[in-house]
């Protein structure tokens, strides 16, 4: 207005144009600019006669989204128009091998919806099954920030990056949720699937205990096949979901309490944040007394079994479990501490499984006269919680857990990773030896012969009241009334 512009018509410009804006807003800065570029070009077309157009900058290239692939198997499996997560896959179904797709936004698009149509190409009913089923991820860049340096006056910019990933699990969170540039998108097309969890009947599995403790938790007879917790591609078929939903609780449970997904057997499940503490606490002040029924192929001494766990460092910063190794005092305590952990358990009985038995679960033939014992039930009290101890222990004791595929094809096998002093005991070339096992393990099995029998632990340790002390358990001896948690008959003799 100050130059007199009109449309259509333009007046001469200043020889020396200035411009100043007052503002900290980058946005107005921006336009500002944009501004003084098209008075520019107006300026130059009024003195070459040439036509002015209203547009005068290029429009923004429409970059389409970047997906990168994810698939062990080449070529990809990619799935077609009319496939579908339901029904659940039956039991003994060849799983499809894992395809995850990595999205990234080369533009703002008007939600997250919109971008995982076009980065995915998946039909809109996949889309929303893998939302239901908790395989869809998304993260936002979050906004640079200042942050105070080291003196007050100056400060430096700092590059915000990703915000941490979200799991998308409503259809109308997808569409509403913003995708502005460099938003990422993570889709596992194959989610891992676990088809037992709709062949149990979850409110049967309720171990109801007493008023005081079923107020703030939930004991569960865990069945075979079922995750815990949710896994990173699927929340839907794992034992807190499901009985979330057959209790309709208004609240999330926590998990407390962890059994492998093919090990059955007791565990409990918190309803608040609080109660969970303070079972987390029980077992760190190993209060709480974990007794196991075992089924294992070979015979096992009676007393207890002492081995050193690999724990997680700078030097193994890998936490899946490897080979133990025989106890020695020294591993577990002074320099070496930072390496290895004590295992320990307790052997109460061993005693061979009935022939009939052996031979319902296929592990015995029909022969003429008495058969020599193939099978073998134990009974375990857990000292420490070592993930996958008692799978480990009895795999190095050569007698590995039955249909436990993963540690069977280790059994008798210590961990020969590089040790000066181990190497001086060791015979043999070194390419000969297995290291810590990883090479020797198989296949996660579905189903093994582990069952937590029993759970034992006062009230106190979980600061619950007595009112009801005819529903509390407690054995001969116990000074304060006893929690008793009970599993039902082991699945091999059922």
Same mark, same amino acid.
């Not at 502005?180 to 062949?199: C, F």
């Not at 025989?326 to 002074?334: I, K, N, P, S």
């Given at each position: 207005r100050q130059w007199g512009m009109a449309e259509g018509a333009l007046s001469p410009l200043p020889r020396k144009p200035r411009l100043e804006v007052a503002c900290t807003c980058s946005r107005t800065r921006r336009y500002a600019f944009v501004a003084l570029l098209q008075l520019v070009a107006l300026s130059s077309a009024q003195r070459s006669k040439a036509p002015v157009g209203r547009?005068? %900058?290029?429009?923004?290239?429409?970059?389409?989204?970047?997906?990168?692939?994810?698939?062990?198997?080449?070529?990809?499996?990619?799935?077609?128009? /009319?496939?579908?997560?339901?029904?659940?896959? !039956?039991?003994?179904?060849?799983?499809?091998?894992?395809?995850?797709?990595?999205?990234?936004?080369?533009?703002?698009?008007?939600?997250? %919806?919109? %971008?995982?149509?076009?980065?995915?190409?998946?039909?809109?009913?996949?889309?929303?099954?893998?939302?239901?089923? *908790?395989? @869809?991820?998304?993260?936002?860049?979050?906004?640079?920030? +200042?942050? &105070?340096?080291?003196?007050p006056q100056r400060g430096r910019a700092q590059d915000g990056g990703l915000g941490r990933a979200a799991r998308m699990t409503d259809r109308e969170d997808l569409a509403s949720a913003a995708a502005?540039? #460099?938003?990422?998108?993570? @889709? $596992?097309?194959?989610?891992?699937?676990?088809?037992? /969890?709709?062949?149990v009947d979850w409110q049967s599995c309720v171990l109801s205990v007493s008023a005081a403790f079923d107020r703030q938790f939930v004991g569960l007879d865990k069945p075979a096949g079922v995750p815990m917790s949710a896994c990173i591609d699927n929340r839907v078929e794992c034992c807190k979901h499901q009985l979330e939903h057959a209790l309709d609780l208004p609240l999330d449970l $926590?998990?407390? *309490?962890?059994?492998? !997904?093919? /090990?059955? #057997?007791?565990?409990?499940?918190?309803?608040?944040?609080?109660?969970? %503490?303070?079972?987390?606490? !029980?077992?760190?002040?190993?209060?709480?007394?974990?007794?196991?029924?075992?089924?294992?192929? #070979?015979?096992?001494?009676?007393?207890?079994? +002492? $081995?050193?766990?690999?724990? &997680?460092?700078?030097?193994?910063?890998?936490? &899946?479990? /490897?080979?133990?190794?025989?106890?020695?005092?020294?591993?577990?305590? *002074? !320099?070496a501490q930072s390496e290895w952990q004590l295992a320990e358990l307790v052997v109460l009985s061993c005693v061979p499984v009935e022939p009939h038995v052996a031979r319902r679960l296929g592990h015995l033939a029909d022969a003429p006269g008495e058969p020599p014992p193939s099978l073998f039930e134990s009974e375990v009290e857990l000292v420490t919680g070592r993930t996958h101890q008692i799978r480990l222990q009895f795999s190095a004791l050569n007698a590995p857990i039955f249909e436990d595929t993963r540690y069977a094809p280790a059994a008798g096998k210590l961990d020969q990773s590089d040790d000066e002093e181990l190497d001086e005991k060791l015979a043999g070339p070194r390419e000969l030896r297995w290291g810590d096992g990883s090479a020797l393990f198989g296949q996660e099995p579905k189903r093994i012969g582990l069952q937590c029998a029993e759970l034992r632990f006062p009230y106190s340790a979980l600061g619950l009241d007595t009112a009801d002390p005819e529903q509390a358990a407690g054995s001969e001896g116990d000074l304060a009334p006893m929690i008793l948690l009970a599993a039902g008959t082991p699945w091999w003799r059922e």
């Open positions: 547009r005068l %900058l290029k429009p923004p290239v429409q970059a389409p989204p970047r997906c990168e692939v994810y698939c062990p198997v080449d070529p990809p499996p990619v799935p077609s128009a /009319t496939f579908s997560l339901w029904p659940a896959p !039956a039991k003994g179904d060849t799983p499809s091998p894992p395809l995850i797709y990595h999205i990234t936004a080369g533009r703002p698009f008007p939600s997250a %919806l919109a %971008l995982l149509r076009e980065g995915s190409g998946l039909s809109e009913r996949l889309l929303g099954e893998l939302v239901d089923i *908790g395989a @869809v991820w998304l993260a936002t860049p979050i906004a640079p920030r +200042r942050r &105070k340096a080291e003196t502005p540039t #460099g938003s990422y998108m993570r @889709v $596992h097309v194959y989610p891992r699937r676990y088809p037992a /969890t709709y062949q $926590h998990v407390a *309490g962890r059994l492998d !997904a093919c /090990t059955t #057997g007791c565990v409990v499940l918190a309803r608040s944040p609080a109660a969970a %503490l303070a079972i987390n606490a !029980a077992l760190a002040a190993r209060e709480i007394k974990k007794r196991y029924r075992v089924l294992s192929t #070979g015979h096992v001494p009676v007393g207890p079994v +002492r $081995h050193a766990s690999r724990r &997680k460092s700078k030097r193994h910063p890998d936490a &899946k479990p /490897t080979l133990l190794r025989a106890y020695d005092e020294r591993l577990v305590t *002074g !320099a």
